[in-house]
């Protein structure tokens, strides 16, 4: 068996599409820095918890001014 490894995938449509390791871009074969995941990770995390900071923030002031106009 040569270093090359050929794969045969069936697609949906029954057609069988042949994929050679050679032809994996560089790109793909890259390993994974757990270090920039993580990064993005948290800085999904920061943005999801500003905007529950803002909505939260938003139905206080909503009560809060509800509050106000109907004891008047």
């Known amino acids: ?3 090359e490894q050929s794969i045969d995938v069936k697609s949906l449509h029954g057609q069988t599409v042949d994929i050679d ?3 994996i871009p560089e790109k793909i ?3 994974v820095n757990i270090n920039h ?3 993005k990770l948290k800085e999904k ?3 999801k918890n500003k905007e529950n900071l803002f909505f ?4 206080g002031s909503i009560v809060i001014t509800i509050g106000i106009i109907s004891s008047l």
């Open 1 to 3: 068996m040569s270093s």
């Open 21 to 23: 390791e050679k032809n």
């Open 29 to 31: 074969k890259t390993k």
């Open 37 to 39: 995941l993580l990064a």
């Open 45 to 47: 995390q920061k943005l």
């Open 56 to 59: 939260l923030t938003l139905i």
